[in-house]
């Protein structure tokens, strides 16, 4: 009885329909009438801030190998300036991390761990990209399958952000590696008048986390108060 050997060059075209079948691909975006796609476009800014808004939070953080921790964070946006300005507390008022984003971040303090390196630049991305809107070019937008408006962006760093808006006004935004990989994940909750009364943040990969923001409250700021000064430390009083 003839025993049948694969070839060398079937087992490489194996192996190259294996790897392609275990690649990541992005949720489908199902389009909808033309007339209607205004309206989904605009659906999809509403989860973020078109004038400047201080936001006072807590802060429940998990890492990986269980250490957990309980903050509080304060974080002022200038959506026209796209500025950033956040501070990382103890509960009772000890400074953290102070860091501030103008095109670039410049960071006023850090104590451990928030002085790791690259921390400061992953945070700064991290609150960027939950309260402005993507810079990156709008590629598509329609539903997904559960009805949910949504839309893509491209970013410039190879990065694909999805935002979608669910039936009761609560959002996510999914951020991609251009290998389709998720990269991070945020989901909004309790949403009144437009700002979520908690937020869920999850980083994926070598960036695994979890973080959860409790609104304690949320204010309205003048745009001169983009020049307030950094935040007082401990040291300053000595």
Same mark, same amino acid.
């Not at 908690?198 to 960036?207: A, D, H, K, P």
């Given at each position: 009885?003839?025993?049948?050997? &694969? ?9 190259? @329909? #294996? ?16 007339? #209607?796609? &205004? !309206? ?5 800014? $509403?989860?973020?801030?078109? =004038? ?7 802060? /429940? ?5 269980? $250490? ?10 200038? &959506? ?8 990382? @507390? ?14 670039? =971040? ?17 945070? %700064? ?14 590629? !598509? ?16 760093? !190879? ?12 959002? /996510? ?10 990269? $991070? ?5 309790? =949403? ?5 009364? @908690? ?8 960036? /695994? ?18 020049? %307030? $000064?950094? #935040? ?5 009083? /000595?």
């Amino acid at each position: 009885m003839k025993v049948f050997e &694969p070839s060398i060059r079937w087992i490489l075209v194996l192996m190259v @329909m #294996a790897l392609f079948s275990s690649c990541s691909h992005l949720p489908v975006i199902n389009h909808v009438d033309p007339a #209607a796609a &205004p !309206d989904t476009k605009e659906r999809c800014l $509403r989860p973020f801030l078109d =004038v400047p808004y201080r936001f006072i939070h807590s802060l /429940e953080v998990s890492f990986p190998g269980g $250490r957990t921790g309980t903050l509080l964070g304060v974080t002022v946006v200038y &959506p026209a300036e796209k500025t950033i300005h956040s501070v990382i @507390m103890t509960i009772e008022g000890f400074l953290l991390f102070d860091a501030r984003y103008d095109k670039e =971040v410049r960071v006023n303090r850090a104590v451990p761990p928030f002085n790791a390196e690259q921390f400061a630049g992953h945070m %700064m991305e991290d609150v960027r990209l939950m309260f402005l809107a993507p810079e990156g070019k709008l590629v !598509d937008a329609g539903v997904y399958t559960d009805g949910s408006s949504v839309c893509r962006y491209y970013g410039n760093k !190879d990065t694909i952000v999805d935002v979608s808006i669910h039936k009761d006004e609560s959002w /996510e935004i999914k951020a991609y590696s251009s290998s389709h990989d998720l990269l $991070r994940k945020i989901r909004a909750f309790d =949403v009144q008048t437009g700002i979520p009364g @908690m937020v869920e943040l999850s980083g994926f990969g070598f960036r /695994e986390y979890s973080l959860r923001l409790n609104l304690i409250s949320a204010e309205a700021v003048s745009p001169e108060a983009n020049h %307030m $000064r950094p #935040a007082k430390t401990p040291e300053d009083d /000595e």
